[in-house]
């Protein structure tokens, strides 16, 4: 079986759309690795804010999903929706793509739903706390599980 390298910056470099599944769990609640497919645009970083989410290149290392806690100019900050540390400052170079939605189980859901940027918004703001509440959620969706097994 012969398997094919896709590049990623090559296509988003070209102006096309891209749809990737995320790996680890940086970005849970919003992202989870084997359910939702991120759904990423080109983008140079030019207008990028607070709150959106971009994939950016780590200096000779992977590419990154993870959204935007500050810019300063051209530098930007970044955490995950399951992390509390801050990475940055990143330079405006290192800017591959923007995320403008994702599908879950079906459905996709854009980054301009209400529910979403509320939700975006509050958890952005939490980030002292989210480590502490994905815990919380975690632990009660496999209790839940457990439950609906027996």
Not at 98 to 103: D, N, P, R, S
Request: glycine share 10%; with cysteine.
């Amino acid at each position: 079986m012969k398997t094919e390298r896709i590049e990623i910056e090559k296509l988003l470099s070209e102006g096309k759309t891209i749809q990737l599944s995320p790996i680890g769990y940086s970005m849970y609640p919003l992202l989870v690795p084997g359910r939702d497919m991120a759904r990423i645009v080109p983008s140079d970083g030019v207008k990028l804010r607070r709150g959106d989410v971009a994939l950016y290149r780590r200096e000779g290392s992977i590419l990154v999903l993870h959204r935007i806690w500050k810019r300063e100019g051209d530098e930007f900050y970044f955490v995950g929706d399951n992390q509390k540390e801050i990475e940055g400052p990143l330079p405006i170079r290192q800017i591959r793509g923007k995320l403008i939605g994702f599908e879950r189980r079906g459905a996709y859901i854009s980054v301009k739903n209400p529910a979403y940027r509320l939700i975006s918004a509050l958890w952005l703001r939490l980030r002292p706390v989210r480590p502490l509440i994905s815990g919380c959620i975690h632990g009660i969706k496999i209790r839940f599980r457990k439950k609906r097994r027996c």
